[in-house]
């Protein structure tokens, strides 16, 4: 999909098709003459080039670098579930919610745990990639993958069938989360019972829950514990500037106010505005919301003071 503000060979191609000067950013003269000729084919004259407008140009290749869109600097890879595992309903989008996974730094295993889920259609739209807790791989950081196209959505808030589910778009960072010193909580199960234990590791070490030991430049620690944890795997330099680009991109593409919702929040209330969980109040203030913002039984993006720095500067 192309729109103002895309840029790169696919932008070219378009441009040479339409006869105007290919310097290879969508601006204004593309938009024009990508609406002119929809309403030449019946099309509705968006300015977008999405699929229908594609078919009727017949300009589209094998070439893999079509699947990536580029705006603004900001490269969104395609990398899409299977059709049954998403729901292609087109929705109004009013709400942006930020996760991170508790899992790998590789945004493409994500995407692909969601197609074998048998849970249903859980998913989110966009997935940003990070670096592996022991800091030994980054291959991923910062890459945004896009897992079904706009104005669907899949189960990502757990919180029922309700408009916040249907009318939001939801970014998952790759972080392992909470971080614990000298050890990891985990659950033994005996004879049908349950039992919370912690095991003992290097005392001087974080741990993940999974028990993985973090490296140091991996670990953030928080002045006052959030959500009962200090410690947590720190979203990269990488990570924070594709989560700016991308609610940038996702603010003209959808009208969300990216200015709203958890900012004004976190000016009242400082960085505990990322816990304060009041459903009602979201479904009422349209914008940039955490998970942890409409569950209870979540602990999900933590107040990283660069991450708060961007809501407070979009």
Known sequence: MLRKGSRGNSVI?????????????????????????????????????????????????????????????????????????????????????????????????????????????????????????????????????????????????????????????????????????GGYWTRLTRNGKSKRIFIKKNPDKYYAFNGQEAHKSQVLILDEPFLGHKAWHRFSDKQLASINGLLQIIEKRDGIDITKGLAPLIRKEGWKAFANRNIPYIEQNFGVWSHSNVSNQKVDVFPQPELIEILLTL
């Open 13 to 181: 191609a378009l441009q040479n098709f339409l006869g105007i000067n290919a310097d290879g950013i969508f601006g204004n003269e593309t938009e024009y003459a990508v609406k002119n000729f929809q309403k030449q084919h019946n099309l509705r004259p968006d300015g977008i080039v999405g699929r229908e407008t594609y078919e009727q140009m017949g300009i589209l290749s094998s070439d893999f670098s079509e699947n990536n869109e580029v705006n603004d600097d900001v490269v969104i890879e395609k990398y899409y579930l299977p059709e049954n595992e998403y729901f292609k309903s087109v929705q109004k989008k009013n709400w942006i919610f930020l996760h991170y996974t508790a899992s790998s730094e590789n945004p493409y295993r994500v995407i692909d745990s969601w197609a074998r889920d048998n849970r249903g259609r859980i998913a989110t739209e966009f997935v940003i990639g990070g670096q592996s807790l022991n800091g030994k791989n980054n291959e991923h950081d910062g890459k945004i993958l896009q897992a079904f196209p706009e104005g669907g959505y899949g189960w990502h808030l757990g919180i029922g069938n309700n408009s916040l589910h249907r009318n939001s778009i939801g970014i998952e960072i790759c972080s392992m989360g909470y971080l614990t010193k």
